[in-house]
């Protein structure tokens, strides 16, 4: 039976073992049971995301171009050659990493980046073979990129998935422009977009009148994606001063950004039409005020089984990890619950390992963590 017993937002203090301490393990009470928090990567710089390699091996981006590879937990890292060009500006860089399904027999490895354009930069997504001893990205090849180049180093979205099918999923942040631009209600461009693309870069998904592999649209920055258990994508994005929203994006439809949100401009003016319009999907869940949710993933419940099927994810400006619990009603869709630790500063990503534990990367302490029983 699942155990919940936390009002909306109520956050959870830690009972910290030797917390400051490199290698150093912390406990956390839940509303499931206790865990223990262990660093497994340390003297990370702006860390971005994690992928696990079937060896037991990991990787981990950081935004300034560094890829990483880990041959075990708190092992000295090896910085992967092999990288394409990228432009480190803001919020860009270094994004995403995505380990195939196949990896065992293709050895692919799958990078998004902010890529230099005319005109500025933009999300790029590209794969290249990872060599044998974890030191080389061999034949990296971009795949897709946005259509223009842009100014101002803010929104590029850069989330991967990988669906049952091969298929992937890429997020693409409107790139800042803003409640007063409808870029991301422009099919035809790729500011504010949701893209599904074949293995090779193909489109994965084919509308009229739209970007070849525009899956969906009305997306602000989405910067969480991931499957739920039923294989349905997801996805938490950004809002203004409040409006951060989860979806559940499905091909064709409209997510609304900026003609509805639930949230106001930053000097206070309001978004668009309000909350709602016909034509616009509803969030599944929304936030107010901003938390900023950055990182996704939705359990399978192989370690914690009362979280089976709940969504995980990272807050970047209140430096707490979260959980939704899709089964429980909230005013703003589903119940949450806080967990706030001396690791949980600025949660980038939140990603469940082989073993069924729970690993995040924590920017302001330039970290990546382990958590379980």
Known sequence: MRRFGLQLG????????????????????TSAETLQI?????????????????????????REGQLKHFAAPLAEPQLVS??????????GGLLDVLIPQDFATTREVWLTYSKPQDGGSGTAIGKGTLSADGS???????????????????HFGARMVEAADGTIFLTLGDRGTGPDGLHAQDMAVGEGKIIHLNRDGSPATLLDGALPGLFSLGHRNPQGATLDLEGRLLVVEHGAQGGDELNAPEVGRNYGWPVISYGVNYNDA??????????????????????APSGLLVYSGALVPDWRGDIL?????????????????????????????????RVRDVVEAPDGSIWFLSVANGAAYRMAP
Do not use: C, K
């Open 270 to 291: 309001p978004i668009g039409v309000g909350t709602s319009a016909d034509g616009m999907e509803q969030p599944l869940h929304y936030w107010d005020p901003s938390i």
């Open 313 to 345: 994810f990272g807050s970047l400006n209140s430096d707490f990890l979260g959980r939704l619990d899709p089964d429980t009603a909230a005013d703003t869709g589903y119940a949450e619950e806080r967990l706030t630790t001396p690791e949980t500063g």
């Open 136 to 154: 080389t990205l061999e034949g990296f090849t971009p795949l897709f990129e946005m259509p223009a180049g842009s100014s101002g180093g803010r």
């Open 38 to 62: 262990t660093p497994v990567a340390e003297g990370l710089v702006e860390p971005w995301a994690i992928g696990f390699l079937p060896d037991g091996a990991f990787l981990v981006t950081e």
């Open 82 to 91: 092999g990288l394409p060009e990228i432009e480190v500006d803001g919020q």
């Open 10 to 29: 109520t956050g959870l203090s830690a009972l910290m073992i030797g917390a400051g301490m490199a290698g150093a393990s912390g406990v956390v009470e």
